[in-house]
């Protein structure tokens, strides 16, 4: 293949369905559109017994985190702690309290964590036609702010394509589609509605947590790929957000022309769709598994990072 033949992006999503406009010049929180009070009252709706379920990761562990090539684990120091105050470094208040402090430090997307919808960006150009040099120096488009303020809460189904498929864990570079998505809700005994919010099991994170997959250059996310239809499907059906177990929401590499990502594109920059990377659904999984219900009440909010690309989030899925 020659250069100029090359496959880009902008060529493979050059016929691709685009939300850019549609909830006017300004919108800067995409497809959560979708998630109108109505939506929210019907997730509520959906829950029967109360119990709830957290979805963040550990951050900061001694084991080390797993984090995409590239980025490295947050680090966490105690400031001040007892040993400070036996070895007279801090003083007791007035009264006598005492206290512990710390500082943490990371990437934003070091944990679970969502996206801004200006993350990615391909031909200079970000979610709605904002100008790739917005992201100079800190988000002033599409950052993470508007959707740390608006907040993600809705009807959650749970997709729990590893068990569908009979294994703890998808494997290295495994991929699915849409149609896969709808086999597997229709095998759990669950509807993926229009605005569903989907949460998708591959078992990765879990896979990781345990040292039984490891991040390195060879590095090959097992996900969903990329396809016309399938991003028809999830433009269609308007989905607001995707949430997965896994650190970038999609395989790695698109197998039939490696190119890298391509959902950050088609769904995340054309569609507007926030993405929540990193959840922890191997417990959740298990209920849904146990008392066959995969839908609740889903909601999550990201950290309010001032010029911020993504937010640490530590989503909730009421059952
Ligand atoms: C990458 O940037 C690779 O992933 P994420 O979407 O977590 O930020």
Known sequence: ?????????????????????????????????YLTPEQVMYGLASVRQGRSFTLGVPIATHEGDAVFPGRWPAKHFMVADKAGFENGHWHPLPGGLEFADDYVTGFAQAGTHCDALGHMWFDDT?????????????????????????????????????????????DRAETFTHLDLVECARAQGVEILPRSILLIRTGWVGALAAGLQRVGEDYWEPGLTFSPDLVRWFDEMQIPSLVTDTLANETTYEPGTG???????????????????????????ADCAADRRYEGFYCTAPIKVSKGTGGAANPLFIK
């Open 1 to 33: 293949m020659s250069a100029t033949d090359a496959m880009t992006l902008k060529r493979l999503l050059a016929d691709a369905p685009n939300r850019w406009g549609h909830w006017g010049a300004d919108d800067e929180i995409g497809a959560l559109n």
């Open 126 to 170: 970000l979610w709605n036609g904002f100008a790739a040099s917005s992201t100079n120096g800190g988000m002033t488009k599409a950052g993470i702010i508007p959707i740390a303020e608006r907040g993600i809460a809705g009807r959650g189904v749970l997709l729990d394509i590893a068990r569908f498929r009979g294994k703890p864990v998808l």
């Open 259 to 285: 190119l890298m990502l391509v959902l950050h594109a088609a769904l995340m920059r054309n569609l507007g769709i926030v993405f929540t990377e990193m959840a922890a659904l191997d417990a959740l999984a």
